[in-house]
């Protein structure tokens, strides 16, 4: 029991006093670690020489730092238990932070005070901006028959693609669109151009500013890409036009809703004439996304019209009598040969649709499709069918009197004196014969015709290709 108790008493903790008296040793202990400059590393210090009269090392050591600097010449340095002191003159903000910089960074210089004057003198603040004008322009005069060897072959090589771009007989036998040869004959420019540029600086050994160059310009390609996409898709659009050739110069199309003549085909938009008479341009990109109907590509067309007959009346005779009227015509076609269907049966009357098919080149669809209804109408009449018409209910309620205001006044009795107002003229004859001829019109045809030999705007439409 006894040596139980003594190792208990072993284990037992210190005294609070005991635990006080250590906690002070180590405190005085570590004082003087904490207590050393954070700023000891010797990387940024220019050592002196150990010795007694370290102020007089550090005044010597500044004093043969500053004779190299010929700015420095005028500046003096007193040095008191490390601390520096610099007089004199400078010209500048600039040269005086300098000083000051190299003062700071000697081995045991406490601090530096600054009593130096700037002068702002202009010649002081010229001279070094002319020294370094002057030595520029002494490196580029050594380096002048490089730069000279550098311009020559980027002449070279630029005139080279220039003269190879700009021979049009070979881009045209490569490709047979004069728009894609003068593609590629630009394209050759600009990549020659290119060329002499890497190369030129490539003999000046500037291949830093040769890849700055490159990152610049593809940076710059992305930017004008994207602000001008739409007159890039409207440039890639005129190429694939001029490829696949869509339309040729005077066909009658309609592109979306817009119908005319097609005049011309540009690197930009499609010129056409309305059937107005007017110029309309289009936007290749519009042009490329259409739908395009185009007239003059199948000379044959078909024109449908309908006409009614009386509900009484047998339709199938009523088809009869006006396909054989239309047979009669001229310009109806008998291959397909004409067509009669029954449209729809009224209430009081049968509608019945005629077809029949023209020769668009000889043959105008407006006055071919006008003058056949005339035909079939009046041919329907003859053999006694009745056309329906409006029927109209009037109620009386009483008698009513006609203004005298609007009584049809009688017709004046005609005198034998003027014989020429009885019998038509020449003109009106001639009048009489052009509404029933259907001959196609040529007049905008004409039109286009003098627009495109008169003009000297590009067209990149060529007749000897097919059209898709």
């Keep these: 029991m006894i040596r139980t108790g003594r190792s208990l008493a072993r284990l037992h903790p210190l005294p609070h006093w005991r635990t006080l008296l250590l906690a002070l040793c180590l405190s005085l202990t570590a004082a003087p670690l904490s207590a050393a400059p954070e700023n000891s590393e010797p990387g940024g210090m220019i050592p002196v020489e150990s010795g007694d009269d370290v102020d007089r090392q550090i005044e010597q050591r500044i004093e043969e730092i500053f004779s190299q600097i010929s700015r420095f010449d005028a500046l003096q340095a007193t040095v008191h238990g490390g601390v520096v002191t610099l007089t004199g003159e400078v010209a500048n903000e600039a040269q005086a932070q300098h000083a000051l910089g190299l003062a700071s960074r000697l081995e045991g210089v406490t601090t530096v005070e600054d009593g130096i004057t700037r002068t702002l003198d202009l010649r002081d603040n010229l001279n070094p ?27 070279l090589v630029a005139y080279g693609g220039h ?40 003999v000046l050994g500037a291949t830093a500013l040769m890849g700055t160059i490159l990152g610049g310009a593809g940076v710059l390609g992305l930017a004008i890409s994207f602000a001008v996409k739409d007159s890039m898709e409207n440039y890639i ?13 005077q066909d009658h199309v309609v592109i979306n809703e817009y119908e005319g ?28 996304k259409a739908i395009i109907l185009n007239y003059t590509r199948n000379p044959q067309r078909r024109f449908d019209f309908t006409l009614g007959v009386d509900a009484q009346d047998d339709p199938a005779d009523a088809i009869r009598v006006g396909l054989a009227a239309l047979c009669e015509l001229d310009w109806i076609l008998d291959e397909p040969q004409p067509v009669g269907i029954i449209d729809s049966v009224g209430d009081s009357n049968i509608l019945i649709s005629f077809l029949a098919w023209i020769d668009q080149r000889s043959t105008d669809y407006g006055k071919a499709r006008s003058l056949s209804i005339r035909a079939a109408k009046n041919a329907l009449e003859t053999r006694g ?3 329906p018409e409006p029927i109209y209910r009037v109620r009386l309620d009483q008698a009513a009197t006609v203004p005298a205001a609007l009584e049809t006044p009688a017709a004046p009795p005609r005198t034998g004196g003027d014989e020429s107002a009885a019998t038509p003229d020449a003109a009106a004859d001639r009048r009489a014969t052009d509404a029933l001829s259907v001959l196609p019109e040529t007049h905008l045809t004409e039109k286009v015709r003098l627009e495109r030999t008169g003009s000297t705007e590009e067209d990149l439409l060529d007749g000897s290709r097919p059209v898709e």
Excluded: E
Excluded at 137 to 153: H, I
Excluded at 165 to 171: M, Q, T
Excluded at 237 to 249: C, E, G, H, K, Y
Excluded at 265 to 285: K, Q, Y
């Design 261 to 288: 003549i097609v005049i011309r085909l540009t690197s930009r938009s499609t010129v056409l004439m309305t059937l107005d008479g007017n110029h309309l341009r289009i936007p290749n990109a519009t042009v490329f």
């Design 163 to 202: 003269r190879l771009a700009g021979n049009s007989r070979l881009w045209s036998r490569l490709t047979p669109n004069p728009f894609l040869a003068d593609l590629a004959g630009q394209a050759v420019r600009v990549a020659a151009i290119a060329c002499g540029l890497l190369l030129a600086l490539n």
């Design 129 to 155: 901006l002319v020294d370094s004008l002057r030595d520029t322009l002494r490196g580029w005069l050594r380096a002048l028959p490089l730069l000279l060897v550098a311009l020559t072959v980027f002449a």
């Design 237 to 249: 659009s005129s190429i694939m036009l001029s490829v696949r050739q869509p339309f040729r110069a």
């Design 385 to 387: 069918f009745t056309l």
